[in-house]
């Protein structure tokens, strides 16, 4: 079976709980749940892409969502983009602390991502 990936937004959020839920540092655990949250939202709409450089996916498909003629889809751009630039600093800038509200902003954003997308997409076939 494929794999789906809403269980990434769901092991952000159970990274978010607690910290004596879940046995990892909780700036570990902070950073780790921004990061699979923002691959939840990417990894749900890029299959509908095609781009042909893989190694800038990230920036092609923001700006594709930004650019779109369909105007539903440029509000999520702008979302999936701070939840992108957050996903960077969470993996890659150790100078940046992450708190829970933080984790909380970037799960949120990336429900309400999938959620529209879905609501997009079901309503009529996509066009890229």
Not at 78 to 107: C, G, W
Request: glycine fraction near 2%; include cysteine.
């Amino acid at each position: 079976m494929p794999f789906d990936w809403i269980d990434y937004l769901d092991l952000a959020e159970s990274l978010a709980l607690p910290t004596g839920q879940a046995p990892f540092c909780e700036e570990a655990r902070n950073r780790t749940a921004i990061s699979r949250a923002y691959y939840a939202a990417f990894n749900v709409i890029i299959p509908t892409f095609h781009f042909h450089d893989k190694q800038s996916q990230h920036s092609q498909l923001i700006k594709t969502l930004i650019d779109h003629r369909n105007i539903q889809l440029s509000p999520l751009g702008h979302i999936l983009k701070r939840m992108y630039e957050k996903r960077i600093q969470a993996d890659y800038r150790k100078d940046f602390p992450f708190n829970i509200s933080d984790v909380n902003t970037v799960i949120s954003q990336s429900r309400h991502v999938i959620k529209k997308w879905n609501e997009i997409i079901k309503k009529a076939p996509f066009k890229e």
